[in-house]
């Protein structure tokens, strides 16, 4: 009983975890919701305490047991993921209507349910869409259309550490709502695409916008995104 | 191309392969004696192909013909609506009998000697929706909601898959999988074409190779937040399918797809416009380039769309959809069979979620019955017609699973029968479909 108490205390830590701070701007409101309780908001673990052990089989004690799974995360559906793209980057994909199909969109005709598979079509047009809606919204950015929606703390010209990483730290909150502390390891795969020395030891401000780029698309394309 | 006769051999000699083979050489070493050197070479890995012809075939004019010669109290032919180029059926031979083709296989009659013609099949349903379900799964749906796996994910998951970057394709169909390993999981295409765009690189965009190098880079150090507690964790099946798509992008198979540019295979195949997404012959040649440049060995397609003719536009629309379906089929098969040429390893069901009333309506055209075929060629069945309709009204009966012929005290065939069977033949467990196969067609 104790185990299975500390096993459910420990998952609603780790979701805790996730979570942390997430205060992200408005639009940030329309991604799809979280399943109530999935991260232990609103749930006393007591509740699952059922007693004293009686001795009776099938008690917690009598043997192992195995812990209940958790629910089950579940990708975005091709919608879900198409309006999170436009809530974080401002920015819709012109070919979604041509793909979400393949993403796994029920046209209610012939398909009934809504794929949410993870597999190398989702992934592909995720990324083919990544890429045209973050270059689009840096390209806004860029020209003052948009108020900085990706670059927002950062200009191409910046090399600052700090000020990359303060914009990075917000892109994470942005995308992912997650609120990163300076030793976050999460921010690190990131922090090095947009740091690192390229092959020819210069990093012009066509690069760096290059890697704000890429940096968007990674966001979009990571696991926490594209899963609830 | 011949990609997928090495294809083949990798397959054979694939990293879980080698591994059964080592715990199975441990087993049997002891025994071994002066054969031992005269083992057969190990079975090659199984191909699977589902082609599905969607709003309902009409079998008078396909796989369970009439004699236009002769009146049926229970039957319309409509013979003087057709043109006469679809009136007459045709006699075949198979396994050693005279059987009776509806005109519309023609282009099949080469590839009768491979064929198994499931007759008189129950679907249980005149329900689109339903019947899609159904043939999807070959187990009885709840209602439109198929239940457990797809066909095609079931055989998939099979075989040694670790080789392949697309174990499981589905074209125009949705795919399921409730009891096998995520990354048996079908990938889904809407449209045959749509291979093109999921080859078309990344680095089309405004990134350098540079650059997209180190966005990969980064990606692969990401983890994801989600504890393994709460089922299999986002990051590993999003790592599975962002390999795959490195090695499709990376392999160079774009020129595979760009059917345009084969002239011999749009001969072959008959492509008129090798941009018409849904042209059985696109979706056959798709399927076929799918299989022997070795990215798939399971390929699960809508072959054909548009047989829902309730109308007079059955008189015209009906045979000359089920020929396009038929002829692009022939033209697989007939690739097919180029490295296996009896089907021993590979399988090819085709089907229809119903079939078509023989009586015709007031409209002219036929509506939906439950008497439907399934059409099996190769995978380890015996060859001929299993099942029947009744002669004069194409009703369902009973038969023999042995013999297959008409018996009252037998069985009136189900989808799952025909799942079970097939799932036998190819060495699975038969316990999902809740039937006994037919072992008497198991070859």
Request: hydrophobic letters at 40%.
């Amino acid at each position: 009983m104790l185990t299975t108490r500390m096993v459910l205390v420990t998952a609603a830590l780790v979701l805790a975890g996730c979570y942390e701070g997430v205060s992200g701007p408005g639009d940030l409101d329309e991604l799809p919701g979280r399943v109530p309780g999935a991260d232990g908001e609103g749930e006393d673990p007591s509740d699952d305490d059922d007693g004293p052990d009686s001795g009776e089989p099938g008690h917690h004690d009598q043997g192992e047991i195995e812990d209940p799974a958790g629910r089950r995360v579940r990708r975005m559906t091709a919608q879900q993921f198409h309006r999170s793209l436009i809530a974080v980057t401002g920015q819709p994909w012109p070919a979604f209507d041509d793909y979400a199909a393949a993403m796994g969109k029920a046209d209610f005709a012939e398909i009934t349910d809504e794929g949410r598979e993870i597999s190398v079509t989702f992934d592909k047009f995720v990324h083919d869409a990544a890429l045209h809606s973050c270059t689009a919204a840096i390209d806004a950015d860029l020209e003052g259309t948009s108020a900085g929606t990706v670059m927002r703390w950062t200009k191409p010209t910046d090399r600052d550490e700090v000020v990359i990483r303060r914009n990075l730290d917000y892109l994470m909150l942005r995308f992912l709502g997650q609120e990163t502390k300076p030793t976050d390891p999460r921010v690190d795969p990131w922090m090095n695409l947009l740091t690192h020395e390229p092959s020819d030891g210069e990093i012009d401000d066509g690069l760096m916008i290059e890697r704000w780029t890429a940096v968007c698309v990674g966001l979009v394309t990571h696991p926490d995104f594209v899963t609830y | 191309m011949t990609h997928r006769h090495h294809h083949r051999l990798d397959a054979r000699f694939g990293r879980r392969s080698f591994l059964q083979g080592l715990g199975a050489s441990a087993f049997l070493l002891p025994f071994a004696g002066a054969g031992w050197a005269d083992q057969e070479e190990p079975r090659p890995a199984q191909r699977y192909v589902g082609l599905y012809c969607n709003g309902a075939w009409d079998v008078l004019l396909g796989p369970d013909p009439r004699d236009p010669a002769k009146s049926y109290t229970g039957i319309d032919l409509g013979t003087n609506a057709l043109a006469s180029a679809h009136r007459e059926p045709i006699p075949v031979m198979m396994a050693g009998e005279e059987v009776l083709w509806g005109p519309t296989m023609a282009s099949l009659v080469p590839h009768a000697d491979v064929l198994t013609l499931f007759r008189g099949v129950n679907m249980n349903t005149v329900a689109h929706a339903a019947g899609r379900a159904y043939v999807n799964t070959f187990l009885p749906p709840s209602g439109v909601v198929p239940k457990g796996d797809s066909m095609g994910t079931r055989m998939a998951a099979a075989g040694d898959y670790d080789d392949l970057i697309l174990p499981n394709v589905s074209v125009g169909m949705p795919t399921f999988n409730q009891s096998f390993p995520a990354d048996v999981t079908g990938v889904r295409l809407s449209l045959a074409t749509e291979m093109r765009d999921l080859l078309q690189p990344l680095s089309d965009a405004p990134l350098s190779d540079e650059t997209l190098a180190a966005l990969r880079a980064a990606q692969d150090e990401v983890e994801g937040c989600v504890h393994d507690q709460y089922g299999t964790r986002p990051v590993d099946e999003l790592r599975i399918a962002r390999d795959r798509m490195r090695q499709l992008l990376s392999d160079g198979y774009t020129s595979a797809f760009d059917l345009a540019a084969d002239s011999e295979l749009i001969t072959r195949y008959g492509i008129t416009n090798p941009n018409a997404a849904t042209a059985p012959s696109v979706v056959a040649a798709t399927v076929w380039r799918l299989l022997e440049t070795g990215l798939s060995r399971t390929v699960t397609a809508q072959l054909q769309a548009g047989f829902d003719t309730h109308g007079p536009e059955w008189a015209t629309l009906q045979p000359a959809r089920q020929v396009a379906a038929f002829d692009a089929l022939a033209a697989l098969l007939t690739d097919l069979r180029q490295d296996d040429p009896q089907l021993q390893d590979t399988t090819v069901v085709v089907f229809s979620e119903f079939a078509r009333t023989p009586k015709i309506n007031g409209r002219g055209g036929r509506d939906h019955h439950f008497a439907s075929s399934v059409l099996v060629f190769g995978g380890g069945l015996r060859r001929g017609v299993c099942g029947a309709t009744l002669e004069e009204t194409l009703g369902l009966v009973a038969i023999d699973p042995i013999t297959g012929r008409p018996d009252p005290a037998g069985k009136v065939l189900l989808p799952e029968d025909i799942g079970a069977t097939i799932a036998a033949a190819a060495g699975l467990p038969t316990t999902p479909f809740r039937v006994e196969p037919l072992d008497a067609w198991i070859a």
